[in-house]
């Protein structure tokens, strides 16, 4: 159960997308222990109510659905006035989804889908944000505001099956860097490189998953980067993880080559069982 302070002038304002579930519920329930004030976005509005009820006037549901333009950019105006934010302190977009591929069924809208939640869902995220978080940059005191997006270390390499959820993560991480190099040093923004967490999108995963934290632990590891004094471009966690993946990355022969051919699944569009 974790313990909710009351909010000081040291407070801080945040909107987080994915805070129904996993790292994003764990990490608005680690804000509002600090005192601070967090919009909590996702589609189930009864699950940001209820998690909304933990901290009363600090949790605020603002229930949307990412993938939607139009919602999103009124998102805010459907709270009344008086409790709309006039200024942010930070973005954590966390809303995401994962869908596998099996060959031989390869569907476009598979992608698209994830797609529509994993990129173009932080991109509708921070449009509504930017002017908020610029109104912070501007306020003397306040701090560097940031945008922080929940990438996924399946970009340092390919993996199979991953070529939905990989290629929006990808997609995310250039849009976010892309973003750095125009938006200039008066919003910070951040690329979060998780490894495997256990929550409701890994639960029904049936392969390992090695170094896998809790939604707890990872949203605390979440935290720990962006309270960082100098707040970094990119942090990943678990560093085990991260060594393994970036050396595979480094050696895509050994990787495509050899290790690839074992944890791939479907048989190959070349192979003998798929001619069967
Ligand atoms: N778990 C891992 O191993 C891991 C590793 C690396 C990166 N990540 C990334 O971390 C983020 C959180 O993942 P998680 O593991 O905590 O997953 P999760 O428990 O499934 O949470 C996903 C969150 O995204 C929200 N969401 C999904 N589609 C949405 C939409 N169209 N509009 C608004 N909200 C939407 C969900 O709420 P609703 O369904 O209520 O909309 C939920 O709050 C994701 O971006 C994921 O890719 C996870």
Known sequence: MHTVNTPTPASRQYWLTGASSGIGRELALQLAARGHIVYLSARSADALQTLAAEAPGQLIPLPCDVSDDAQMARVFEQL????????????????????????????????????????????????????????????????????????????????????????????????????????????????????????????????PMPFCLSADEAARRVLAGLEKARRPRAFAFPWQLHGILKLAAALPGLWYGVIMPRMRRTPTLDSKEASR
């Open 80 to 207: 009344p006035p008086e409790q709309r934010p006039q200024w942010l302190d930070g973005v954590i977009a966390g809303a995401g989804v994962c869908e596998y591929v099996d060959l031989p069924v390869l569907e476009t809208a598979t992608c698209r889908r994830v797609a529509e939640v994993n990129y173009f869902g932080v991109v509708n995220a921070c449009a509504a944000a930017l002017p908020l978080l610029q109104r912070a940059a501007q306020a003397p005191g306040r701090g560097r505001p940031f945008i922080a997006g929940l990438c996924s270390m399946s970009v340092y390499t390919a993996f199979p099956r991953a070529e939905a959820y990989g290629a929006a993560k990808a997609a995310m991480a250039y849009f976010l860097d892309s973003l750095r190099c125009d938006i200039g040093r008066q919003v910070d923004v951040c690329l979060v490189y998780p490894g495997f967490v256990a929550t409701p999108m890994t639960a029904p995963n049936d392969f």
